[in-house]
């Protein structure tokens, strides 16, 4: 077995604090339509420990043995023209894996690259993966994604969005299914993204060291246990992390037949109005963000507090900032709309008559939303 088999990661439910950014990657884990998440922070705030250990949480998956594309057996679909036309395909099951694009990355070598003088003299379209090949039905993690050449986030985010990464050269062009759980990390001290690319991440969390000292000596007393005996530690932490991987997969299971009410659907939709969200990302975020935590806790219809929660990280880097605003004042001016939201949503409660409820009348079905399932 090599080495990097053999090498134990930090458990997921070990990481002291930093909910939030917790919380952004497993609705992700459960619902990768979200179209991803985005984690600011200063250094030594656990982003890239959580990006790697929630990769243990997720459930296997069965993959086409050899095929370069990773393949699904059973989604005849979305297979690459060689598992297309065999008729025995040898299946092998394994966990999602977290495939790192370097900051160095050219655009052949994140979309791949076709071989013109081939097409050109045989007719034959040869096509040489790139990462977005080898992250289909994994995790893509991009740290320092604001370093990265804006016309490859650009890339990246339509890959995440359509599923698929279209390659075009000299009038030909190849297409392969290409459906990840983008994560992005970041350090804001280094330069930001732009709005445009900024609004293509689902979600977006801001992470800072954690100044109580009690907390941050537990943080120290845990990583230093870890890395005194880390099969121990893992042991130590094992029933927890079993216990988020069930939750994961439970989540998933009920998060089509979760149902929106359509009240819910208004106030979201105050929400983006009266903070001045461009478009309707935002919004159509919101829904599914809201129904993903509904799920995660068991539930079949969205509550407010649902809403509530899906605004702290789905509006934090689609608001337009003001004069002198920062973080702080971002959050203040997002619960300040979620609370004027909220009372004309028990004014309307108040006065609507009776109808529409959990049996789904009245509500919107968030419908099936896994792309890789």
């Known amino acids: 077995m090599s080495e990097k088999h053999e090498r134990l990661l930090y458990p997921f439910s070990a990481i002291v604090g930093q909910d939030l950014m917790k919380e952004a990657l497993l609705l992700n884990a459960i619902n990768p339509s979200i179209g991803g998440v985005l984690i600011k922070g200063e250094k030594g705030t656990a982003k890239s420990t959580s990006v790697r250990s929630l990769a243990s949480l997720l459930p296997e998956q069965e993959f086409v043995v050899g ?213 309707h990302r935002g919004d159509i975020n919101m829904m599914k963000t809201s129904a993903t935590i509904a799920a995660y806790e068991g539930r079949k219809t969205v509550t407010e507090e649902d809403v509530r929660e899906a605004a702290k990280l789905v509006l934090s880097h689609r608001i337009k900032r003001l004069p002198f605003d920062d973080d702080a004042g971002s959050e203040e001016r997002i619960e300040e709309a979620v609370e004027n939201a909220g009372r004309k949503h028990e004014e309307s409660e108040r006065d609507a008559p009776d109808g529409g409820g959990p049996d789904g009348s009245g509500s919107t079905q968030m419908g099936a939303s896994d792309p890789f399932a």
């Not at 079993?242 to 998060?255: C, G, M």
Request: with cysteine; hydrophobic share 40%.
């Open 67 to 279: 095929c370069e594309y990773g393949c699904a057996p059973d989604d005849q679909s979305s297979m690459c023209q060689k598992c297309r036309s065999s008729e025995n395909l040898d299946i092998v099951k394994r966990k999602m894996a977290v495939i790192e694009l370097p900051v160095s990355a050219t655009e052949d070598k994140v979309v791949g690259t076709l071989d013109i003088s081939e097409a050109i003299k045989h007719g034959e379209k040869r096509f040489e993966p790139g990462i977005l090949a080898e992250a289909h039905r994994n995790i893509l993690y991009v740290d320092e994604v604001n370093l990265l050449n804006d016309h490859i986030v650009d890339v990246l985010l339509d890959a995440a969005a359509m599923g698929v990464n279209v390659i075009e050269r000299e009038g030909i062009s190849y297409a392969h299914p290409s459906r990840f759980i983008l994560i992005g990390t970041m350090n804001p001290e280094e330069g930001d993204l732009r709005p445009q690319l900024l609004d293509r991440f689902g979600l977006c969390v801001n992470v800072t060291g954690i100044a109580d000292p009690d907390t941050r000596m537990e943080v120290v007393k845990r990583r230093m246990e870890f890395e005194k005996d880390p099969k121990r530690f893992v042991r130590k932490w094992k029933k927890a992390d079993d216990a988020i991987a069930k939750r994961i997969v439970s989540a998933k299971k009920l998060l089509p037949r979760v149902a929106m009410p359509e009240e819910l659907t208004r106030m979201i939709i105050d929400i983006c109005i009266e903070l001045g969200v461009d478009g």
